[in-house]
């Protein structure tokens, strides 16, 4: 099974990505809307606990054992304010047990990103947030791959990516041959 993680704070064009990309055994959250608590700093995780965080919200409840049970996780965010979403990175920040117990030894982690402009227009962001994730997969210990970045287009057009992108479908037949 893969996982797909649509990192947005809304259910359109990087949740519309991923549901092309699925396959029918594979499993799509969204974080749009869950209960996701910010992470304390306590390390309580650093000891084995049971369920991984004192926290007990959506990440504990169900993004920990989805990722043990994951070969592929398949990361989806736009771009907000020259990052990913915050939502995402709260997420991210809550995977401390999974680096201190080495719960990610060798998974696939896959990342793609949407935003306004063009390619070009966010290439600086884009390689940042290419960096940070190499940063992370190396401290981690699983290996990264960028995917592809979506041109979703002005805040007036950005809820169609399929019409926006003029690549859209070459892009998703891409990342599907990549992922096999």
């Not at 990610?104 to 949407?114: A, P, R």
């Not at 306004?116 to 947030?129: A, F, P, R, S, V």
């Not at 019409?163 to 096999?180: A, T």
């Amino acid at each position: 099974m893969n996982l797909f993680i649509n990192g947005s704070n809304r259910e359109q064009n990087c949740y519309t990505i991923l549901k092309d990309i699925k396959k029918e055994n594979d499993e799509l959250i969204s974080l749009s809307r869950k209960d996701i608590k910010y992470c304390l700093g306590c390390n309580s995780c650093v000891k084995k606990l049971d369920n991984f965080c004192v926290l007990d919200d959506y990440v504990s409840q169900n993004i920990y054992q989805k990722i043990i049970d994951s070969n592929k996780i398949i990361i989806a965010s736009p771009i907000y304010m020259s990052s990913i979403t915050g939502l995402l990175k709260n997420v991210i920040d809550r995977l401390y047990p999974f680096y201190y117990h080495n719960y990610f030894n060798n998974k696939e982690v896959y990342l793609i990103l949407s935003g306004q402009g063009t390619y070009e227009d966010n290439e600086e962001e884009i390689n940042d947030i290419i960096k940070y994730f190499l940063g992370i997969s190396e401290w981690m210990n699983f290996k990264f791959t960028f995917l592809n970045y979506f041109c979703s287009g002005s805040p007036q057009d950005n809820n169609n990516i399929k019409n926006f992108d003029n690549n859209y479908e070459n892009k998703i037949n891409e990342i599907k041959d990549m992922l096999n």
